[in-house]
């Protein structure tokens, strides 16, 4: 009887999510709404009639909290037009004026396109801020100008040139005499033998797979066409001054500012939980980097943001002992959902003169609601790298580059030689037209799905939360008392649930999930999964996870102590100090030892257990006896461990050791 009580409280959470959804699809139908906020009745209502009966959709109101909240609820508004002052609230004397509205405004949609619309003729009284798009005098018959100027600017948002291009280039069907080999499906859809090929990914996509051959259709690497121009409208909704798509993915994007701002002999610090190809763009670049540790949280193995007080001793550290000390990379938010303060380090970087990379892979929808913002953008960080297509609309692979380094016309030549270093000269076509069109959804319906999703996580999260055997951490959960004080927040789009008391390790419920409930999640440790939610979601998704979830619950595990909280308690990040720089290490002559036999010797290769999913060792990097320690404890639990190969590593050789010394190439700790 409880149980059913209880699912009875939790479908009754699931069927208010559905009227929510059927709302948002309705908006998602709708056209655009232009918000009008004046402080004048009469004012109002005429300027209401007048651009309806010129074909604008108008929500009207009189006071600076009802625009607030209507802006919260209606992801449909995409333009507001509002008076230089207005009274707070209805009924109120109080009053709100100038930009303070507008800035308010921006923080709550910042893709919402703003117009000053006012009695006001003096404009010296007046400012832009540089957010408000255009002004109009009420004084004036400007109503079909206001049409105008809006349409204008809604067409730009809701155009996606790339896509629209080589949509209409496709149905060109213009006989192919160029790469690719396929010939636009010709040589599958003919063929006895892969013709399946050619049915399950369909005509259009073959018809659209074309090759840099084609003028009309730009060129990646040298764009001054139409991707150039898809590049500046992804700017312009990202908050960046320059945008590069890139269809090699973020792991080639960071390899290629790496490789941009830091030269031979350069120091960066980075966090040591960062994304592999961080490491791999050291050993391109030639540089030293000085790995900052993150906080860790031993109770769950969830490695969080490296607290600020470490990096700006850090920073402070680097530059007293004359290190050439050029940039920081960070990974914001982190794989957890676990988001950095990161305007306050941005402030504290830029005021030392060091560059700030921002990896944000799993936060590339942040400009969009106001739950994220700021991002890396908009809190002033100088480059970031975004995966567009693990959170947003577009394909895999398909990553962009943002730039608001106000340093970077004078590099812009060497980025893009960097650039074409490592980017294919056959880009996919397809996958440059899914950052078109997820740039476009985003600008368009963005705020409406981010809202649609926060609505699922927390119904999801409640649903769980009524198990027994199953709880999803909150922040204080996830979080290590060292950056309690950091003003760290948390993406409720990243669901982490403890299963430590299912009776059940997270790998057999992971098991359990894929191969019973055909449910696929996105990682594990030792005692918890995440589930990674996107603008994909649906009430479907969510109702089969818990429903999963119960009937595990129900079923009997025997899972004894695995030793999953000694490794969780054990598990130490200090770390040994990097004799060589990575790149030296990489390439140095080497031989592989046991395990036992490597102490004091200069690790040649990383070796990462996975999870926790952090290097304990890097190129370059000297191995220890408690480091040797670690990873025979983790060896012993049967933990995979990538980089120790049948218990051997790769180490440098005697003979290469003091070759690197006799050069002078040893990093002076």
């Given at each position: ?64 909290e ?17 008076e ?23 923080a ?47 067409r ?46 369909g005509?259009n996509?073959f ?46 994007s ?10 031979p ?19 391109i ?10 906080s ?29 000390l ?14 950095y ?14 560059k ?6 799993w ?25 567009t ?77 009524s ?85 595990i619950e ?116």
């Amino acid at each position: 009887m409880k149980i059913s009580q209880k699912n009875a409280r939790v479908s009754k959470c699931f069927y208010s999510f559905g009227a929510f959804q059927m709302n948002a699809n309705k908006m998602s139908q709708m056209n655009y709404s232009v918000l009008l906020v004046d402080n004048q009745a009469e004012s109002l209502q005429q300027s209401t009639r007048e651009l309806k009966e010129r074909g604008l959709n108008i929500i009207g109101c009189l006071n600076y909290e009802k625009a607030c909240e209507l802006l919260k609820i209606d992801g449909s508004i995409h333009v507001v037009l509002s008076e230089w002052s207005l009274p707070v609230r209805e009924g109120s004397d109080q009053k709100i004026e100038g930009l303070e509205i507008f800035r308010n405004f921006m923080a709550l949609r910042h893709e919402v396109t703003l117009f000053l619309y006012t009695h006001i003729t003096d404009s010296q009284m007046l400012t832009s801020g540089g957010i408000i798009n255009g002004y109009f005098f009420k004084g004036e018959d400007v109503y079909d100008d206001i049409v105008r100027k809006i349409k204008a600017e809604m067409r730009d948002k809701r155009s996606a040139p790339f896509y629209e291009r080589l949509v209409e280039y496709a149905k060109k069907a213009k006989d192919s005499w160029h790469t690719p080999g396929h010939a636009s499906g010709n040589s599958v859809k003919n063929s006895p033998y892969v013709r399946s090929f050619y049915d399950f990914f369909g005509e259009n996509l073959f018809t659209a797979d074309v090759s840099v051959s084609v003028p009309e259709l730009d060129s990646l690497l040298h764009p001054n066409g139409v991707i150039k121009e898809a590049q500046e409208q992804a700017a312009r909704a990202f908050n960046a001054r320059y945008t590069f798509f890139s269809t090699n993915g973020t792991s080639t994007s960071n390899k290629v500012l790496i490789q941009t701002l830091l030269k031979p002999g350069d120091t960066i610090l980075l966090d040591r939980n960062c994304h592999k190809s961080v490491h791999y763009g050291m050993i391109i670049s030639g540089a030293e980097p000085i790995y900052l540790m993150p906080s860790v949280n031993n109770k769950y193995g969830i490695f969080g943001p490296i607290p600020k007080k470490r990096i700006i001793e850090a920073m402070d550290d680097a530059l007293a002992r004359k290190k050439k000390l050029k940039a920081i990379i960070l990974t914001n938010c982190t794989y957890d959902g676990l988001i950095y303060d990161i305007e306050d380090i941005v402030k504290e970087a830029h005021s030392r003169g060091i560059k700030v990379i921002v990896d944000e892979a799993w936060f590339g929808y942040a400009n969009f609601h106001r739950e994220f913002y700021p991002s890396a953008m908009a809190a002033g960080a100088d480059y970031a790298t975004q995966s567009t297509h693990k959170t947003m609309s577009a394909f895999s692979q398909a990553s962009m580059i943002h730039v608001n380094d106000s340093d970077f016309e004078d590099i812009q030549d060497f980025f893009m030689e960097n650039f074409n270093m490592h980017a294919s000269t056959s880009p996919q076509y397809p996958m440059i037209a899914s950052l078109d069109i997820a740039r476009k959804q985003m600008v368009m319906e963005g705020y409406t799905l981010l809202q649609r999703v926060l609505e699922l996580s927390d119904l999801l999260r409640k649903s769980i939360n009524s198990l027994k055997k199953f709880r999803v951490l909150d922040l204080p959960d996830m979080i290590s008392p060292e950056i309690k004080q950091d003003n760290i927040r948390l993406d409720h789009t990243k669901i982490t649930i403890d299963i430590s008391q299912s009776g059940y390790s997270s790998k057999e419920i992971e098991h359990i999930l894929l191969t019973k409930h055909n449910i696929q999640i996105e990682k594990s440790t030792f005692n918890t999964i995440t589930i990674l939610l996107t603008i994909g979601a649906t009430y479907s998704r969510i109702n089969r996870l818990y429903l999963a979830l119960e009937n595990i619950e129900k079923r009997t595990g025997n899972r004894r102590a695995n030793g999953s909280e000694k490794i969780l308690k054990k598990f130490n990040l200090e770390v040994s100090p990097i004799r060589f720089r990575p790149r030296f290490s990489f390439y140095a002559d080497t031989e592989e030892l046991p395990l036992e036999d490597t102490e004091e010797r200069i690790s040649a290769r990383m070796v990462t257990p996975y999870p926790p999913g952090i290097p304990l060792l890097v190129p370059g990097q000297i191995v220890t006896q408690k480091i040797i320690s670690t990873l025979q404890m983790y060896r012993n639990y049967g933990i995979e461990i990538h980089g120790l190969e049948s218990g051997l590593i790769k180490v440098l050789t005697k003979q290469e050791e003091e070759r690197l010394n006799n050069r002078g190439f040893n990093i002076d700790d």
